[in-house]
């Protein structure tokens, strides 16, 4: 099996060449949309939480798996507000005035080829009687377009980046194609016109052993909330897009614990620096302990639905050491 490469381009073709194929979509129908629960100062809120359809985000990271359900070419002026209307109509008991707005696109929101500038003024428009509205954007296209949608919006805007890790060496092979300085400054611009900042966290990213992802893991939250985050969510890395299986083939990936997410968010919280998520999408794949995982699992439900760690579950069952991977560097990896 090839090795994994050095460089950006030969990286995009060796992540390119492992993927299975994408899911065939209706570009005039968002691929997913559902009413969830966050945490706010005065209780629970809704949120209204709309997947997109649209172009395929132009970086190819190597973990990512959101390019399945995107297309190939990009969308028609228009159809990214029809989605958004028709996901709205499906939730017919919301009420948009004490409800949040989630519009995630499996990239950037500011992308010109996945989301025409366009649409922006009508994709304001729906959302603007929103208390809130979170939208995604990778940190490169952080600028006038986000500050023009935050003025058309008049409403609190959110912008959720994928800081993914704090440690450099592990972020640059992720082939994201993003340092921690350029992370810094997109927040720091967010910060300064009033735009709330949303991170996403790995868990466990490739060539990491189970200690060191989850002491990266709580080094990646102090990063972001040093750099302002009003909240933070933390994804277990998995496999399921190609290149992750193949790392996971060879040794250099394998998927955090339970425990290990259930630390991490731990660890969040008690810095209460802002709120903190675990996300549980797919979680049983991680949920390997037959003896724990169920309570775990709930634990984590409760901690992301209160914002407070409750009682720890103790388990020698699950609590075994984990075989290290090989590290970026062919040694020991450099925490």
Not at 34 to 48: I, L, N, R, Y
Not at 128 to 143: Q, Y
Not at 261 to 288: M, N, P, Q
Request: net charge neutral; charged share 25%; glycine share 6%.
């Amino acid at each position: 099996m090839a090795p994994y490469p050095d460089s950006p381009a030969a990286r995009d073709r060796w992540i390119l060449d492992r993927r299975p194929d994408r899911n065939r979509l209706d570009p005039r129908l968002p691929y997913a949309y559902f009413v969830e629960e966050e945490p706010g100062p005065s209780g629970p809120v809704d949120v209204a939480t709309i997947f997109l359809t649209n172009r395929e985000c132009p970086w190819r990271c190597l973990m990512c798996d959101l390019w399945r359900n995107t297309l190939e070419e990009s969308v028609p002026i228009g159809a990214v507000p029809a989605q958004i209307r028709h996901a709205l109509e499906g939730m017919p008991g919301l009420v948009p005035g004490r409800s949040e707005l989630k519009l995630y696109n499996a990239g950037s929101l500011f992308d010109r080829r996945a989301v025409p500038p366009e649409d922006d003024e009508e994709i304001a428009r729906l959302a603007s009687p929103f208390r809130r509205t979170i939208v995604e954007c990778h940190p490169a296209l952080v600028g006038r377009r986000c500050l023009e949608f935050q003025h058309r919006l008049g409403r609190p805007l959110e912008v959720a980046m994928g800081l993914e890790t704090a440690h450099p060496e592990i972020l640059e092979r992720l082939n994201k194609r993003m340092t921690l300085d350029q992370f810094r400054r997109a927040a720091s611009f967010l910060g300064e016109h009033g735009v709330g900042l949303r991170v996403f966290i790995l868990v466990r990213p490739p060539w990491m052993t189970e200690d060191e992802g989850l002491e990266w893991a709580k080094r990646s939250l102090d990063f972001a909330f040093d750099c302002g985050a009003a909240t933070c969510c933390l994804i277990p890395t998995r496999a399921g897009n190609g290149a992750m299986d193949a790392l996971r083939a060879t040794g250099e990936f394998s998927p955090p614990s339970l425990p290990s997410l259930e630390a991490a968010l731990e660890y969040g919280l008690s810095l209460t620096a802002g709120r903190v998520f675990a996300d549980l999408w797919e979680i049983e794949a991680i949920s390997l302990c037959p003896v724990c995982a169920d309570a775990r699992v709930r634990r984590l439900r409760e901690m992301n639905a209160t914002q407070r760690i409750p009682e720890s579950i103790p388990c020698a069952a699950c609590r075994l050491p984990p075989s290290p991977p090989r590290s970026p560097c062919g040694g020991k990896s450099s925490v």
